[in-house]
């Protein structure tokens, strides 16, 4: 099993940026799929942005404000988010899965880290 360990959540004023980091312990991740998902209070997790060799798709609201990016040589993908809003507020969750497609569904990534919460200030 893949372990994904989320750090760089906090609180940030609105406006402000933050970025997240996440480790994958795995020996397939420049092939593997990762994606960004996030939670917030009495919500479904809904999708945010992945990554694959093909390159970034990104849900339509975090286009522009928010970045993915991955690190093969770290095992470490990213996400990095400006110009952030209240309503950006939640848990945000790492995902894996094997193999290059990207999808928006959680239920098509295997692997899940501990979250990491972001808090933003109006």
């Known amino acids: 099993q893949v372990q994904l360990v989320e750090s760089g959540g906090g609180w940030v004023q609105a406006g402000g940026s933050l970025n997240l980091s996440c480790e994958a312990s795995t020996r397939t991740f420049d092939s593997d799929t990762m994606g960004w998902f996030r939670q917030a209070p009495g919500k479904e997790r809904e999708f945010v942005a992945a990554?694959?060799?093909?390159?970034?798709y990104y849900e339509n609201s975090m286009k522009g404000r928010f970045t993915i990016s991955k690190d093969n040589a770290k095992n470490t993908v990213y996400l990095q988010m400006i110009a952030l809003k209240p309503e950006d507020t939640a848990v945000y969750y790492c995902a894996a899965r094997r193999g290059g497609s990207i999808y928006t569904s959680e239920n098509k990534y295997a692997d899940w880290g501990q979250g990491t919460q972001v808090t933003v200030s109006s």
């Open positions: 990554i694959s060799r093909s390159g970034p």
